[in-house]
């Protein structure tokens, strides 16, 4: 079953649509494996010159799977290095533009896949959190990094020490989003950005986003590594995988 599917929309205008009602777009590892194939198609098709990045209307994406965190658990507790942060960063390797439509809500590894688009939009009635700490253990997948770059330090920090979910309309005047919209307009304003910047050579959006997106990459980089250390430490504390099952909410 595809749980990502490239879907055309117009000329240039592509929608990358995380499509798993059943598993309310959790991320597990046949999501990364999918993840990873479809931004290589994208780099190939130069016929493409923007992605939408869309879920459901109600859920964008619920991050990892209990299943899945479970298992990010054994191995760090030997490990410092996992092959799921890397594939879920391939979403950075897009050489064009992403836009992010997230007109559900967005938790955890959900809401930090949002935020390696390089457009932010939210809706007013969807809830978004960093839920790790919840669970008991520390942010990954680059949190620390792209939630200060999207929260800025103060609401990052709390959104990440407290685990609370706050609704669009709460973030407004607290990030960096580009909209907050009612969610039915969320849609409509990610093809209307799209439009315009399909209107672009391909080439000089790859150069352009290559030269922006160069310090989210390096920051990307040394957050990764950082808290692979720190997964290492606290995927080691007693108890961790019962704190994982009793505060898991998918």
């Known amino acids: 079953m595809n749980k990502i599917n490239l879907e055309v929309h117009s000329e240039g205008v592509v929608f990358f649509h995380i499509n798993d009602p059943v598993n309310k777009n959790a991320i597990d590892d046949e999501f990364c494996l999918q993840l990873y194939s479809i931004v290589e198609t994208i780099k190939k098709d130069k016929s493409i010159k923007v992605i939408i990045l869309t879920g459901l209307p109600d859920i964008f994406c619920t991050g990892g799977t209990e299943a899945f965190l479970q298992s990010l658990i054994t191995h760090y507790k030997t490990n410092i290095e996992h092959e799921y942060a890397n594939h879920l960063k391939h979403l950075l390797d897009i050489p064009i533009p992403v836009i992010a439509a997230m007109e559900g809500s967005a938790t955890g590894g959900g809401l930090i896949l949002g935020l390696y688009a390089d457009i932010l939009i939210a809706a007013e009635e969807s809830r978004y959190g960093l839920s790790f700490m919840n669970m008991g ?32 309309n709460e973030l407004k ?28 050579p391909r080439h000089s959006l790859e150069l352009l986003k290559k030269y922006l997106s160069i310090e989210r990459r390096k920051a990307l980089e040394e957050t990764s590594t950082i808290e692979a250390f720190m997964h290492h430490i606290s995927f080691n504390q007693l108890d961790i995988e019962k704190n994982l099952h009793d505060n898991y909410t998918g």
């Open 173 to 200: 005047g607290k990030c960096c989003f580009n909209y907050i919209l009612p969610r039915a307009e969320v849609l409509d304003k990610a093809i209307e950005l799209a439009t315009a910047i399909a209107e672009k």
């Open 137 to 168: 253990f520390t942010p990954g997948m680059g949190s620390t990094a792209m939630s200060q770059a999207a929260f800025g330090y103060y609401t990052g920090f709390e959104m990440m020490v407290t685990g609370n979910y706050l609704k669009g």
